[in-house]
């Protein structure tokens, strides 16, 4: 997937990177793609670190592919990380990407799942555990 010039990325660029990430983490309510667009607009429109070509493919192909929909965001990485440099700043833009998107919804789940659990008793909690069994069933 080629289509955009080689990047040269500093380190602020990466925690640049990896903080857009943290903060779309706990919007995409409806999974990762429901962020997509402005994804679409950071890293296409103001970073120019994706050519629209790459971002496109890079969607395509994880949709195509059996497994989770939110690979597309360790293409997006991947392919940040290819113009960045080649093999070993791709993996740096893959875990960055992945784990700025993974980190702050799954430990809110977490958290929230042990406070729950500590707290079973309270009549709230109990009430929310009935009214959400028939959905999650």
């Known amino acids: 997937m080629s289509g955009a010039p080689m990047l040269t990325l500093g380190w602020g660029d990466w925690l640049n990177l990896f903080s857009h990430y943290l903060s779309l983490s706990l919007l995409s309510i409806g999974g990762a793609i429901t962020t997509a667009p402005d994804m679409y607009r950071y890293l296409v429109d103001q970073q ?19 497994g989770p929909n939110v690979l597309f965001i360790a293409l997006l990485g991947w392919n940040i990380g290819m113009n960045a440099g080649g093999i070993p700043t791709a993996l740096l833009g893959v875990a960055l990407t992945m784990s700025g998107i993974l980190l702050p919804s799954s430990t809110l789940a977490y958290v929230a799942a042990q406070w729950g659990h500590r707290n079973r008793g309270l009549r709230g909690v109990q009430a929310f555990r009935q009214g959400m069994a028939p959905i999650v069933v």
């Open 48 to 66: 120019h670190w994706l050519s629209d070509s790459q971002f496109n493919a890079s969607v395509t192909i994880a949709q195509a592919a059996p």
